[in-house]
């Protein structure tokens, strides 16, 4: 599966950019279901696997904020930007399990890359089964357990899984 369109530049409104050209010309539309492909694994694997597929996009690089937000499906963003930092709420996960109630990402406003995601999940016996997973996969991965959630780094991003309020 080809991910290079997670790591182009993020669109800025009112600002043309060309630079973006090589991945998103009409070819590339019309062949490559890669994005359609990878929002079918966002949705339909299991929380383990999400996490897992998560790490494999952080270790090939920092994706496009937009791009990952729209693997998640149509979710409702809500954006508030305090001292440097963008944060992106999305809501309404297009998920099968409904395991995920949240995903924030707290982004740099200059460089515009993601310093920190949280998957706020449901279910805390998701956590014995993701920290399996990570124990199985990443041999290199070090996770710290913090009340109620996982934290580790991948690259300059930190990465919470967390359990989300009950609404």
């Known amino acids: ?10 669109s800025i409104i009112g600002v043309l950019d060309s630079g973006n050209d090589s991945f998103n010309d009409i070819g590339s539309w019309l062949f490559d279901d890669s994005p359609d492909l990878l929002r079918k694994k966002f949705r339909e694997d299991s929380l383990d696997e999400l996490v897992k597929e998560i790490i494999e996009i952080f270790r090939e690089g920092n994706p496009n904020y937009q791009e990952l937000a729209s693997l998640f499906g ?33 982004i740099d406003a200059q460089r515009l890359i993601i310093n920190k995601l949280y998957l706020y ?37 930190t990465i919470t899984i967390i359990k989300g309020p009950d609404e």
């Not at 599966?1 to 993020?10: A, H, R, V």
């Not at 930007?81 to 809501?91: D, F, M, S």
């Not at 996770?143 to 690259?155: I, P, W």
């Open 121 to 157: 999940i449901n279910e805390l016996h998701n956590f014995r089964i993701i920290k399996n997973m990570l124990n199985i996969n990443f041999k290199d991965i070090y996770y710290q357990d913090v009340n109620d959630g996982l934290v580790f780094v991948e690259k300059e991003t």
């Open 1 to 10: 599966m080809n991910k290079k369109f997670l790591y182009t530049k993020p």
């Open 74 to 106: 149509m979710v409702k963003i809500e954006e508030v930007e305090q001292k440097g930092i963008k944060v992106w709420n999305l809501r309404n996960i297009e998920r099968l399990t409904d395991d995920l109630t949240k995903i924030e990402m707290h």
